[in-house]
C-alpha cells in the first residue's frame, strides 16, 4: 500500500477543498490511539512524539480518564450546565485546588476558559481592569514581550505571539500594539547584558504588564530560561510594580517535571498564571489564576463554556494522576533517558542543538527544509520501518520531542532509536 494510505490520501483531499488554509502540516491524521501510539485511517502505527502539542500528556486510551467522563455522565446525564450565571461544584472544586496550591502570591482566584488564548486574554483583561479602576490606564500603556514568544492567535494576543511573525501577527496586529509593545530577548545567559540594556533605557512606570512563558519557550523551539537572568529581570520589574503574567500552558502539568511548570523555580511567585493544553486531558480548558485583588467587578467579564462539570472533573482527575508520575519518580527517568541519548547526536551532522527539560526537549536542524522533510520522513517510516514517529515543529528550523508522560522506557527507546534512524535518513538524502 501507498503512503499515504488511500483513506488518509481522501481526508487529505477534502481538507484542502472545504477547510480553510491553516497549520496543517501532517500527511498522518489520527483515527485512534493507545497508550503513546496512533493508528491514522490506513492502519499506519506511530509513536506520538509530540502529543498535540503537550495536551495528551496521559497519552491516548487514558483509563482514568475514560472513567471519570462516563462516570459523571451516568451519575448526572449533564454535559453542559451554565457557569456564567450559576456555579457548579465540579468547576469550584478545580478552581480552589489551583488557587490554593498554584505558585500564584495567595489569597488568589481562578477564572476558567476554553483554551490558552483564551486564559491569556483574561489574564491581560484582568491587568486592564485593575488600572482602569485605580486611573492608571494612561500611564500604565505600554507591555513587555519576549522575542519569538508564543500566547495564543487571538487579536488581543497577536503582540505577545512574535514566532514566526510575519504570518501569525503581522496581518493582524494593530497600530497602539505596534507602538506600546516594547519586546525582550528570552532571558537567556547570553541574553544577559542585552536584557540590562534594555531595563535601563526604558521607563518602567509606564509598563503594564509582562508576560512570559516559563520554565521555558515552547513554540519557539524549547528555549529554556535561564535562572540568575529570569531572577534578575522579576526583582526589577516587579518592583516597579509591572504584572507578571505567567504562561505555563505548554510546560505546565508535569511537562517539565513539575505540577505547574512555572513552579520549578520556588522563588517566583506570579501575579497571573496561565494553564490549558493538558489541563484538560484533551478536552478544551483553559485556567486563569490571579491574586484575588486582581478580581473584576461583577458582570467585566464571564464566558459560556468555561467551567464545564465533565472538563472539569477530568482536569481533577488529571492533577491527581500527574502528581503522581512525578512523585514516583517516571517523569525524571523519561528526562534522564532523553537527555542521554539526544545529547549523543550533538556531533550528528544535521544537528546544530539539543535543548530540552523534563520531558520536552527540541533538536534543531540546519535550516527549516530539513526540520520540515524529517518530520516527513518520521511519518513515512510507518510504511517503511512498520511504526512512524509524530515530530512537531519548533521555531524556524527545530523539531520538538514531548512524548506522554506514561510512555515506558521500552516505547521510549524504540521511539528514539526511529528518531535517530530519520536523522540519519536526512542525511543520506
Not at 480553510?20 to 485511517?41: E, F, L, M, Q
Not at 536584557?195 to 526604558?202: E, T
Not at 486563569?288 to 472539569?312: A, C, M, V
Not at 519518580?329 to 546544530?352: C, D, F, S, W
Request: proline residues 5%; charged residues 20%; hydrophobic residues 40%.
Amino acid at each position: 500500500m501507498a503512503y499515504p494510505g488511500p483513506r488518509v490520501c481522501e481526508i487529505l483531499s477534502d481538507a484542502k477543498e472545504f477547510y480553510v488554509t491553516s497549520t496543517h502540516n501532517s500527511r498522518a491524521p489520527i483515527k485512534r490511539g493507545d497508550g503513546p501510539y496512533v493508528y491514522d485511517h490506513d492502519g499506519y502505527k506511530y509513536i506520538d512524539l509530540h502529543c498535540g502539542a503537550s495536551v495528551t500528556n496521559m497519552g491516548h486510551n487514558h483509563q482514568p480518564s475514560i472513567e471519570i467522563i462516563c462516570e459523571h455522565l451516568l451519575e448526572t446525564g449533564i454535559i453542559h450546565t451554565e457557569h456564567h450565571n450559576a456555579v457548579n461544584d465540579t468547576a469550584i472544586q478545580l478552581s480552589k485546588f489551583l488557587a490554593l496550591h498554584s505558585p500564584v502570591k495567595k489569597p488568589a482566584k481562578v477564572f476558567l476558559s476554553n483554551s490558552g488564548a483564551e486564559a491569556n486574554t483574561a489574564a491581560i483583561k484582568a491587568c486592564l481592569a485593575y488600572r482602569f479602576h485605580r486611573n492608571e490606564k494612561h500611564s500604565r500603556h505600554k507591555v513587555i514581550y519576549f522575542e519569538n514568544g508564543f500566547a495564543g492567535r487571538m487579536l488581543s494576543l497577536l503582540a505577545a505571539t512574535c514566532s514566526n511573525p510575519e504570518a501569525q501577527r503581522d496581518p493582524y496586529w494593530t497600530h497602539c500594539d505596534y507602538v506600546n509593545t516594547i519586546y525582550f530577548p528570552y532571558p537567556t545567559k547570553a541574553n544577559w547584558d542585552v536584557i540590562i540594556k534594555r531595563l535601563n533605557d526604558i521607563d518602567l512606570q509606564e509598563i503594564d504588564h509582562l508576560l512570559i512563558e516559563i520554565p521555558c519557550q515552547g513554540e519557539a523551539g524549547v528555549i529554556p530560561a535561564d535562572e540568575e537572568t529570569l531572577k534578575h529581570l522579576y526583582q526589577v520589574t516587579h518592583d516597579a510594580g509591572i504584572f507578571w503574567i505567567v504562561d505555563s500552558i505548554q510546560c505546565g502539568i508535569g511537562r517539565v517535571g513539575t505540577l505547574f511548570g512555572c513552579d520549578l523555580y520556588p522563588w517566583l511567585e506570579p501575579d497571573i498564571l496561565t494553564l490549558a493544553k493538558a489541563l484538560g486531558g484533551g478536552l478544551p480548558i483553559g485556567a486563569t489564576i490571579l491574586r484575588s485583588y486582581l478580581d473584576w467587578r461583577k458582570d467585566e467579564h464571564s464566558n459560556t463554556f468555561g467551567g464545564n462539570p465533565i472538563i472539569s472533573r477530568l482536569a481533577l482527575t488529571i492533577l491527581d494522576c500527574v502528581q503522581e508520575l512525578i512523585a514516583s519518580g517516571t517523569v525524571k527517568r523519561i528526562e534522564q533517558a532523553m537527555h542521554k541519548r539526544l545529547y549523543i547526536l550533538r556531533r550528528h551532522p544535521m544537528v546544530r542543538d539539543i535543548r530540552g527539560m523534563g520531558a520536552m526537549w527540541a533538536v534543531e536542524l540546519p535550516d527549516a527544509r530539513s526540520k520540515n522533510r524529517l518530520i516527513e520522513i518520521g511519518e513515512e517510516m510507518a510504511q517503511t520501518d512498520g511504526c512512524g514517529i509524530k515530530l512537531l515543529a519548533g521555531g524556524e528550523k527545530s523539531v520538538r520531542l514531548m512524548p506522554p508522560l506514561t510512555i515506558s522506557q521500552k516505547d521510549l527507546k524504540i521511539a528514539l532509536n526511529l528518531f535517530v534512524t530519520a536523522l540519519n535518513r536526512l542525511r543520506d538524502e
